[in-house]
């Protein structure tokens, strides 16, 4: 499984972007797609995920940031509205939860995209 992640950039608080997440994966439907982030001198952090029991999302974008699928390309986009400056980070795609694993934590997934960098401007 391979995963492409794209759509980052600089953009001012307020702003908005749409990260994009290209999955190389027959049955891509049955997978688990989420979105994790890392600040410099930060952990990793859950953003979001998305799968047949629907969506989750970090509290911290609550709101701002909406996770959706197109079966069809195999792809899952991260809208991410009224940015913050907190929300810069490297934003990663990942896919393949280990069965029964929590979905929030970022060593219960197996497939990692390369990253995508997003700075938001004060």
């Known amino acids: 499984v391979q995963l492409q992640a794209s759509g980052g950039g600089l953009v001012q608080a307020g702003g908005c972007l749409r990260l994009?997440?290209?999955?190389?994966?027959?049955?891509?439907?049955?997978?688990?797609l989420g979105w994790f982030r890392q600040a410099p001198g930060k952990e990793r952090e859950f953003v979001s995920k998305?799968?047949?029991?629907?969506?989750d999302y970090a509290d911290s974008v609550k709101g701002r940031f909406t996770i959706f699928r197109d079966n069809a390309k195999n792809t899952a986009y991260l809208q991410m509205n009224s940015l913050k400056p907190e929300d810069t980070a490297v934003y990663y795609c990942?896919?393949?939860?280990?069965?029964?694993?929590?979905?929030?934590?970022?060593?219960?997934?197996?497939?990692w995209g390369q990253g995508t960098q997003v700075t938001v401007s004060s």
């Open positions: 990942v896919s393949g939860l280990r069965d029964g694993g929590r979905w929030y934590d970022p060593n219960e997934y197996v497939y």
């Open positions: 994009s997440c290209a999955a190389s994966v027959r049955s891509f439907n049955t997978y688990t």
């Open positions: 998305v799968d047949r029991s629907g969506a």
